[in-house]
T-cell receptor, first 114, second 117 residues
Framework: AQSVAQPEDQVNVAEGNPLTVKCTYSVSGNPYLFWYVQYPNRGLQFLLKYITGDNLVKGSYGFEAEFNKSQTSFHLKKPSALVSDSALYFCAVRDPSNDYKLSFGAGTTVTVRA | EAGVAQSPRYKIIEKRQSVAFWCNPISGHATLYWYQQILGQGPKLLIQFQNNGVVDDSQLPKDRFSAERLKGVDSTLKIQPAKLEDSAVYLC???????????????FGPGTRLTVL
């Protein structure tokens, strides 16, 4: 079974509008959750992670994510998107029941139009 | 702080040929990972090293793939012989952690894009 799911292949927003990239997970115990961004021909860049504590996590480039245990979600958000945010975004989880291996979602392509 | 270095950035080979990729992790990082990222998918772990020992190679196709990290620093990943389905981006990542450091962040290199013709 897939540990992490990104239900949207693509998200399109206008510059200046809020951006949300969805992620849900299906692991037992307390997962460790991560968001990475990948620009064309580049490796993955770390954005933020949730380990414990405050459910709202703030990261790089103005991004934040909210851990919701009851909904098993960890959606990535940015209040005002920029054209430069256009990229491929990956949600990932370290699964306590699977030796804490890092498992990635399939990715969501974000396009921000000017 | 220098990031994870990988070379080459691009490689094109014919099927049944061999190829090798190199990775130098962030200085001081004990753990090194190799991932395979097929187009349209998220990265998939191939092998994990803790210093110079293998922690997990359960997803490595051992009949054709091999990897080593002899001095606990840089690493090489080899494919011999290559198949068409090996076309992918091969990502190297590193993290500080010891085996109990499961909260540590993995930092990725730029990857090597392999095309097998």
């Amino acid at each position: 079974a897939q540990s992490v799911a990104q239900p949207e292949d693509q998200v399109n927003v206008a510059e200046g509008n809020p951006l949300t990239v969805k992620c849900t997970y299906s692991v037992s115990g307390n997962p460790y959750l991560f968001w990475y961004v990948q620009y064309p021909n580049r490796g993955l860049q770390f954005l933020l992670k949730y380990i414990t504590g405050d459910n709202l996590v703030k990261g790089s480039y103005g991004f934040e994510a909210e851990f919701n245990k009851s909904q098993t979600s960890f959606h990535l958000k940015k209040p005002s998107a920029l054209v430069s945010d256009s990229a491929l975004y990956f949600c990932a989880v370290r699964d306590p029941s699977n030796d804490y291996k890092l498992s990635f979602g399939a990715g969501t392509t974000v396009t921000v139009r000017a | 702080e220098a990031g994870v270095a990988q070379s080459p950035r691009y490689k094109i080979i014919e099927k049944r040929q061999s190829v090798a990729f190199w990775c130098n992790p962030i200085s001081g990082h004990a753990t090194l990972y190799w991932y395979q990222q097929i187009l349209g998918q998220g990265p998939k772990l191939l092998i994990q090293f803790q210093n110079n020992g293998v922690v997990d190679d359960s997803q490595l196709p051992k009949d054709r793939f091999s990897a080593e990290r002899l001095k606990g620093v840089d690493s090489t990943l080899k494919i011999q012989p290559a198949k068409l389905e090996d076309s992918a981006v091969y990502l190297c990542a590193s993290s500080l952690e010891g085996l109990a450091g499961n909260t540590d962040t993995q930092y990725f290199g730029p990857g090597t894009r392999l095309t097998v013709l």
